[in-house]
Every structure is written in C-alpha cells, then in structure tokens.
C-alpha cells in the first residue's frame, strides 16, 4: 500500500482551517494540546527523538513526548510527526521513534497490510504538511527566483519563520519541485 498521501493533505487541510492558522510558524503544541493529549519534554537516551503513549480510557491521557536536550525545531517535528501516529495509526498503543528506527507496540491484526516503514513515512509526511504546508510556502515564495532558493540565506530565514530545520525544509522544497537536491 502506497503513502496516503491525498488523505493526509486533507487532515492538514482540515485541521489548519478548524484552528484558522493561515501563515507559519504553524502552533504545534497548540493543536496537540486540542486533542487532549499531554505534551511532555523529557529527558531520555540521545537515541530517542520522540515517543506517543496512547490512552483509550475516557479519562487518562494520550502523551506524546520529544527528547528535551534536541534543538526546539526537531522537537516541534517530533512533536507532528507523533501526532501524525496518532491520527493515522489508531491500532498503536506506544510508538517510541528512535534514531535507528520506530518500535511500535500495537495491537494491529495480522492482517494489516501497512508496514511500519510505511506508518513511519506517513507520520513524516504528516508533520511536513502540518509544519509547512505547501500553500504558505507558495505564498512567502512569490516572486522569489528559484535559482536564489540554494543561497542558504534564503533558506535559513525561510527555516526560521516556520520553526523548522534547515534540512527540513530544504527537503520538503525538493518533494514539492521548489528545488533539486
Ligand atoms: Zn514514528
């Protein structure tokens, strides 16, 4: 099964208009905190860059958690990346994203016909629709020749305003045909 792609620009879509959010630095925390789900900075092996802990009963809380000692940008990433988890791949119970791969403990049927490198591209998709959405960027890009995008002023002014990396960025121009890398 492919990336859900068409599906996960629509959540985005949806959730940007429910919050009225039209330009970045898209609130991250603030939609998280929508949902009800408890935001947690912690501090925890280099290795793990973020973990969400789902909770089914009426009155505990989901956590999704970013390592506290990362750079506030990677936070936020990890932080929409979790949440993409969240809204994408019901059946995980706790997800852990480490630098070497996710671990997911979940409650899936055998049958699920998603792998967990799929869940693992989708959450990433997720988080750069969510933080940089392609119809902000094509405005703050009006006008903007594209031959000067590869002068890392640009970029990293560009990377500041939306509270992203630098390479989160530049990779999300090239999957949107801004840029070759
Ligand atoms: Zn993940």
Same mark, same amino acid.
């Given at each position: 099964?492919?990336?859900?792609r068409?599906?996960?620009?629509e959540?985005?879509?949806?959730?940007?208009a429910?919050?009225?959010?039209?330009?970045?630095?898209?609130?991250?925390?603030?939609?998280?905190?929508?949902?009800?789900?408890?935001?947690s900075?912690?501090?925890v092996?280099?290795?793990?860059?973020?973990?969400?802990?789902?909770?089914p009963g009426?009155?505990?809380?989901?956590v999704?958690?970013?390592?506290?000692?990362?750079?506030?940008?990677?936070?936020?990433?990890?932080?929409?990346?979790?949440?993409?988890?969240?809204?994408?791949?019901k059946?995980?119970?706790?997800h !852990?994203?480490?630098?070497?791969?996710a671990?997911?403990?979940n409650l899936?049927?055998?049958?699920?016909?998603?792998?967990?490198?799929?869940?693992?591209?989708?959450?990433?998709?997720?988080?750069?629709?969510?933080?940089?959405?392609?119809?902000? !960027?094509?405005k703050?890009?009006?006008?903007?020749? !594209?031959?000067?995008?590869?002068?890392?002023g640009?970029?990293?002014?560009l990377?500041?305003?939306?509270?992203?990396?630098?390479?989160?960025?530049?990779?999300?121009?090239?999957?949107?045909?801004y840029?070759? !890398?």
């Amino acid at each position: 099964m492919a990336v859900r792609r068409k599906l996960i620009r629509e959540m985005v879509e949806a959730l940007l208009a429910k919050h009225r959010i039209s330009h970045g630095a898209v609130p991250v925390e603030k939609i998280v905190e929508s949902y009800g789900i408890k935001l947690s900075l912690d501090e925890v092996d280099d290795e793990l860059s973020g973990f969400l802990v789902r909770e089914p009963g009426k009155n505990k809380r989901s956590v999704i958690g970013a390592n506290k000692a990362h750079h506030p940008h990677r936070q936020r990433f990890t932080i929409a990346h979790e949440l993409g988890h969240f809204l994408l791949h019901k059946g995980e119970m706790v997800h !852990l994203d480490q630098g070497r791969g996710a671990l997911a403990i979940n409650l899936r049927n055998e049958q699920s016909s998603r792998g967990e490198d799929q869940d693992e591209r989708e959450a990433n998709l997720f988080a750069a629709e969510l933080l940089m959405p392609a119809i902000f !960027l094509a405005k703050d890009l009006e006008g903007v020749s !594209l031959d000067i995008l590869g002068d890392s002023g640009v970029l990293d002014r560009l990377a500041k305003k939306y509270k992203v990396s630098t390479q989160a960025l530049t990779f999300r121009l090239a999957n949107l045909g801004y840029i070759q !890398l």
